[in-house]
């Protein structure tokens, strides 16, 4: 639909593995392009590509049953040196999850050290983890007993603090692939076929 790279960009939101069968296949691709194009490919860290979420959603099994556990290791190094966020066109920010109460400045992401693994909470955390969600609160704990919920102030905060346009972001099924949230400030895009 957009071509290949180099004639065009692509960014990737994360949740490479555990999404079927063939998450070694997976992940393998996006790396070669990577490797090959590096101009023209960007791939983001999701919650996924984490030593602990691995564990109990299927890629370690997976990398044990058809390589071998050092293979496994070798993974969770390249996703502890993946980058969190990337903004588009200086007015588009994308990330897997969403905002965090600790993101005050662009260089707070910039200063996370990398490689690092997830902690259980905080910045990191929530760039992978938040949820928008319709709500008064600006921030509430999120149901899924990791990081925050936040509504839509933080967002239009958030926006205009930074002057962007757009929060784009993934880790949640939607319909349709994508769908948008209050008045198209934020928009969650989604792929995996199951």
């Known amino acids: 639909m957009c071509g290949f790279p180099p004639a065009a960009n692509y960014l990737f939101l994360g949740d490479y593995v555990d999404r079927g069968k063939q998450s070694l296949e997976t992940i393998l691709l996006l790396l070669c392009y990577k490797l090959k194009y590096p101009e023209n490919f960007f791939l983001l860290r999701g919650n996924h590509e984490c030593a602990n979420v691995t564990r109990v959603y299927g890629f370690y099994d997976e990398c044990k049953r058809r390589c071998n556990i050092k293979i496994w290791k070798t993974f969770v190094d390249t996703f502890n040196c993946l980058p969190l966020a990337a903004i588009v066109a200086g007015k588009i920010f994308c990330v897997h999850g969403g905002l965090s109460p600790s993101l005050s400045h662009m260089d707070d992401i910039r200063g996370i050290a990398r490689p690092t ?39 239009m905060d958030f926006l205009q603090r930074h002057d962007f346009d757009l929060v784009c972001r993934a880790h949640m099924v939607v319909e349709d692939g994508y769908e948008f949230f209050q008045d198209r400030i934020l928009v969650t895009v989604f792929s995996a076929p199951n």
């Open 117 to 155: 693994d997830v902690p259980d909470y905080g910045l990191l955390n929530d760039l992978l983890w938040s949820d928008p969600a319709d709500m008064e609160e600006d921030w509430e704990p999120n149901e899924r007993g990791v990081s925050y919920c936040f509504g839509k102030k933080v967002i």
